[in-house]
């Protein structure tokens, strides 16, 4: 009969190697993981300027009209909390 085989433990420094190895194969995808959410963010912020661009227009919207309004919305609500 076949004797079973004995597993070969491996070196602190292999085991630190493969350790190395596989840190190494995931903050490279971490990496492409954060550029990825990068450009997902400025398409986003894109998409999203072009609506608001495209309204102003739309509208006869300065971008001063649209900071004052914006501002006075604020104000209003500001006074509204501290009313209550």
């Not at 630190?16 to 995931?26: G, I, R, V």
């Not at 072009?50 to 006074?79: I, K």
Request: avoid cysteine; charge should be negative; hydrophobic fraction near 30%.
């Amino acid at each position: 009969m076949a004797r079973p085989r004995t597993r070969v433990r491996k070196t602190y420094e292999e085991l630190l190697a493969e350790n190395e190895e596989k840190l190494q194969k995931h903050t490279e995808a971490v990496s492409l993981l954060q550029k990825e959410r990068e450009e997902l963010l400025k398409a986003k912020r894109d998409e999203e300027m072009q609506e608001l661009y495209a309204y102003m227009q739309e509208n006869e919207l300065s971008a001063q009209d649209v900071l004052f309004s914006l501002r006075e919305q604020n104000n209003n609500e500001l006074e509204e909390r501290e009313a209550s």
